[in-house]
């Protein structure tokens, strides 16, 4: 009989609910710097010290002005907070069942006994609670993708520049819709992958999200009654670009998720692009263009000793298909809202670490895979001379340009369609063309080991 899971579920990740969280801690950790329970509670804190030392700044609006060692002690609010903290915030919700007012009346007791006691009545003043969770969530996107993300990916485009630049003159066979075409370069198909994955990261490296500060419909309509003196939107503007984010006052009550969606979207083409290369790289391993090299203590099938599974491909796949499904979700979802706002979005939002922590594994487990493998060049050289018609482009377009044969691909066309042929019997091809002996001569020097086009030049071109 199947032991059962214990009625106390122990604090171990062997009893984590999802593999980001459990299997594959090792990988996803840092992002709970900035998606856990706790680091969206220490943002929010870092977001309460910066608001009251904003209304200070503003001036006349507490009933003193901070001192210096007050106006540190807030800035540190977020970076101080510990677990303990954390953990009475939550005994908090528990009974108010509201965590940005739990918050608050943590901050509260908190600075009781301080000489920020006088001013506590004014942490929050004026702010509803999706003014603190936008610009927390926005910003554990940005600094958790600036951090963490940015930097993994940067690493797997240096190292598809490194297999690019070794394997830039190494000859292919290139395959249209899986069939043998035009001969190109290993190094040059890896360039592809490298050029699109540098475009994305650039628009994802330059991305800003938005930011809203302007109380609970987003007309900060209690804070313009009572202290009508002060341009509120020129301080929410100043507020939320401090923060790196771009203000914006056209809101409900929350912040609309476009720009979220827009940010997941552009983490959505990295992944497709990844998903491809780990594709291709996989089926070159299952046609021997590309080997594996084995690692001491590792085994590739519980019964079959010889095999070196594409593993960390078929992972990096995974996982990234598994993050892109998130994103499909939620980029669709979180822009609707119901009128001036529902709390959907507050259950979905929590799932965006989830998006970044199954990205993450998957960036891993390509950088893993891609130090395990070696294009193997006899291979690939040996499958595109065993097929001299992908010469036949080369010959039609030559025979349309530059003679006066009568329909040049119809012509090579009856020959070679379906056809595979190796070196003589290409030549034989040549012989038969109503052509002069010097272009007969000038067609056989032709080889698919030299018919690259411009592959070398492009892969050695960055």
Avoid: C
């Avoid at 999706?130 to 940005?142: G, H, I, Q």
Wanted: charged share 25%; aromatic share 8%.
């Amino acid at each position: 009989m199947m032991k059962k899971t214990p009625d106390k579920i122990p604090d171990s990740l062997l009893f984590a609910l999802s593999t980001v969280d459990g299997r594959d801690r090792k990988f996803t950790r840092p992002i709970a710097q900035y998606f856990s329970e706790f680091a969206t509670i220490a943002t929010r804190a870092e977001l309460s010290g910066k608001y009251l030392i904003a209304l200070d700044n503003l001036g006349k609006i507490l009933p003193r002005k901070l001192s210096k060692k007050e106006r540190e002690t807030l800035r540190l609010l977020g970076e101080e907070m510990t677990e303990g903290d954390v953990k009475e915030i939550k005994a908090f919700e528990r009974k108010t069942n509201h965590d940005v007012v739990a918050l608050r009346l943590f901050l509260k007791k908190k600075f009781s006994d301080t000489s920020l006691a006088d001013l506590v009545e004014f942490i929050d003043l004026g702010l509803t609670s999706d003014d603190k969770n936008n610009l927390a969530l926005r910003l554990n996107f940005m600094r958790a993708t600036h951090a963490i993300m940015l930097p993994i990916l940067e690493d797997v485009v240096r190292e598809l520049s490194i297999v690019r630049h070794k394997h830039a003159a190494t000859p292919m066979q290139a395959r249209t819709h899986g069939q043998a075409a035009g001969p190109t370069t290993a190094g040059k198909e890896f360039a592809v992958f490298e050029e699109r994955l540098t475009i994305q990261i650039q628009k994802l490296n330059e991305q800003r999200l938005t930011g809203k500060l302007n109380g609970a419909v987003g007309n900060w309509n209690s804070m313009k009654f009572v202290f009508p003196e002060k341009d509120w939107l020129v301080f929410s503007e100043k507020f939320v670009s401090s923060l790196g984010l771009i203000p914006n006052n056209y809101t409900t009550q929350i912040n609309p998720y476009d720009d979220v969606a827009e940010y997941l979207q552009n983490i959505s083409r990295i992944n497709n692009i990844l998903i491809s290369l780990s594709d291709d790289i996989w089926h070159y391993i299952a046609d021997s263009w590309i080997v594996q090299i084995p690692k001491d203590g590792e085994a590739g099938s519980s019964a079959m000793p010889q095999k070196v599974n594409p593993i960390d491909f078929e992972k990096a796949e995974g996982n990234l298909e598994e993050a892109n499904d998130l994103i499909g979700g939620l980029s669709r979802r979180l822009p609707r809202s119901r009128f001036q706002r529902d709390l959907r979005d507050s259950t979905q939002a929590r799932n965006l670490g989830a998006v970044l922590g199954f990205s993450l594994v998957g960036y891993s487990a390509i950088l893993a895979g891609l130090s395990k493998i070696s294009i193997n060049k006899e291979v690939m050289k040996n499958v595109l001379n065993n097929d001299w018609t992908v010469l036949s482009e080369a010959i039609q377009v030559y025979l349309r340009g530059k003679t006066k044969v009568e329909d040049p691909y119809e012509l090579m066309k009856k020959i070679v369609r379906g056809n595979h042929m190796g070196k003589e019997e290409w030549e034989k091809v040549i012989n038969g063309l109503p052509i002069d002996n010097d272009l007969k001569k000038h067609f056989k020097n032709l080889t698919p080991e030299t018919y690259l086009g411009y592959a070398k030049e492009l892969a050695n071109s960055k």
